[in-house]
């Protein structure tokens, strides 16, 4: 999508426009899960490469505001200076600084203590509200998902088995049958009787209501488990 390789089929679509990348036709904010760069070198140099590289392309107002005001970094720092967590920090500065119209994230909040992963997260969601900027990001951590996505696409060997609005998933609901087993309600009608998939059961909301046992909202992480067993079976 960003370019970095080549795709090896398929074709991507910006507005029914069939682009080579995004940077095509959008102002696009790419981070990856591993930033590999000389350890040695101070944060003030490397962001002096990247301003020149940038030129009017990068707002230097913007930088020194999640730099300094919000991440409260200091830009005498070498590289190897840097924890996992402010590494996180100054690379979304500087892609920020340009403005995006898409961020996109490849594990932003891996390797974070939960302290730091809530600071970049709300900073993802101010983004997103006040400067109307997409933010598509890649997340092991459901939790993550759970607090700041619209919309969910889970992929399992490179294929999509859902995809849909976080909210409508969420309304999903289970019972926990035991340890290993839990039933994932559907909407009514899409599911007459019991299914079984090895530990997991697919039924009618109707029905599995008429039975005694405690209904409880589901855990995203509990629907992309069940999504993941049913793609393999």
Do not use: W
């Not at 990856?32 to 760069?37: E, L, R, T």
């Not at 900073?123 to 919309?151: G, M, P, Q």
């Not at 530990?199 to 409880?216: F, G, P, S």
């Amino acid at each position: 999508m960003c370019g970095v390789i080549d795709a090896d089929e398929g074709q991507l679509e910006v507005d029914d426009q069939v682009v080579k990348k995004l940077d095509d036709v959008l102002v696009l904010g790419f981070m990856n899960q591993d930033q590999n760069v000389y350890n040695e070198i101070k944060i003030r140099d490397l962001t002096n490469f990247v301003k020149d590289v940038m030129k009017k392309k990068f707002d230097q107002e913007v930088y020194y505001y999640y730099f300094k005001d919000v991440f409260q970094l200091d830009d005498d720092y070498k590289m190897k200076e840097l924890s996992t967590g402010m590494k996180v920090k100054y690379f979304l500065s500087l892609e920020l600084a340009k403005n995006p119209d898409l961020l996109v994230l490849d594990e932003p909040t891996s390797g974070l203590d939960p302290i730091v992963r809530d600071e970049v997260l709300d900073i993802l969601r101010c983004v997103a509200k006040e400067k109307n900027t997409s933010v598509l990001f890649s997340s092991h951590i459901t939790e993550d998902i759970e607090k700041i996505a619209d919309r969910v696409i889970f992929i399992n060997n490179g294929r999509i088995v859902l995809q849909g609005d976080k909210k409508r998933n969420k309304r999903k609901k289970y019972v926990k049958l035991n340890q290993q087993q839990y039933v994932i309600l559907v909407n009514a009608g899409m599911a007459k009787e019991c299914v079984s998939i090895h530990d997991y059961y697919i039924v009618d909301r109707d029905l599995a209501m008429t039975c005694n046992v405690e209904v409880k909202e589901a855990l995203l992480s509990d629907i992309l488990s069940y999504m993941r067993k049913r793609s393999e079976d």
